[in-house]
């Protein structure tokens, strides 16, 4: 009896899920799909009939965070869609330059955990990589101060602050400079949102 499509859209989520975790653990090259679907519980003879390729595999795991682990991360974070403008930007910024968000190696974005490798893969995972980017500078468009600057300019700039930042405190061995980058990049984040 063939599997019900429940069972295929659950099965498809696990493996997604085991993969993006792994991928930020340990990049894309050193993840086969044997580890992935070892880690979804699944043989890997079932991986074929979700996605055609390892690269497949990739794209998917990269979308799925904004709407996945993304979107619990952004629930704990208070940030949901009724709040708008400076506060959400500054809730925003509260969890993704926070302490608790560089140590969660298994859930942090995509864009801090995998630019290395998202920069060498497919065109069609560097769109996904890009969406992140776009769901997080569209966020932070209505919270900037626009005084200094262009909004979308100033949306950007923050991105890019928050999301270096993380990914430079990620790379120390020095964890009391790890702290200071972070602090540093969430202190001049905060003062690049609107005041109200």
Sequence with gaps: MPYSVEHKQMSRKKIVESARVLFNRHGFQDVTIEMVMAEAGLTRGAFYGHFPSKEALYEAAVSSFLMGRGAIWREESGVHSATSGAEMSRRMINGY?????????DGQCPMIALPSDV?????????????????????????????????REQALSLAALCVGGMILARTLPDSGLAEEVRRAAFNTAQSMTARQ
């Design 119 to 151: 920069a060498r893969a497919n065109p069609q995972v560097r769109l996904a990589y890009q969406e992140l980017l776009g769901a997080m500078v569209g966020l932070f468009e209505t919270g900037v101060d626009s005084t200094t600057g262009p909004a």
């Design 97 to 105: 330059l926070s302490s608790e968000h560089l140590d969660d190696l």
